[in-house]
């Protein structure tokens, strides 16, 4: 089974220790990075897909794709 994230958040280091921590659990890069500026705040926001593919479980809605 393929699992899929869209990871969001500030554009700041926070962000790419999100990004780092889920390449080290087994998550793989999916597309080049977006950026946006968010009005309202003032700041920019940064996403990443990323991917991951997993064996022996079977996709429920209600599962918590950030644990796998």
């Known amino acids: 089974m393929k699992l899929y994230r869209l990871l969001t958040g500030p554009d700041d280091a926070s ?3 999100k ?9 793989l890069l999916s ?3 977006a950026y ?5 705040t003032k ?3 940064c996403a ?3 991917y991951k ?3 022996g479980v079977d996709y429920v809605p209600e599962m918590k ?3 796998q």
């Open 43 to 45: 700041t920019m926001k």
């Open 19 to 27: 990004v780092t921590a889920a390449l080290n659990k087994g998550w």
């Open 15 to 17: 962000f790419c220790h």
């Open 48 to 50: 990443q897909a990323v």
């Open 53 to 55: 593919e997993v064996e």
């Open 36 to 40: 946006a500026f968010d009005a309202e």
């Open 65 to 67: 794709l950030g644990e």
């Open 31 to 33: 597309g080049s990075p």
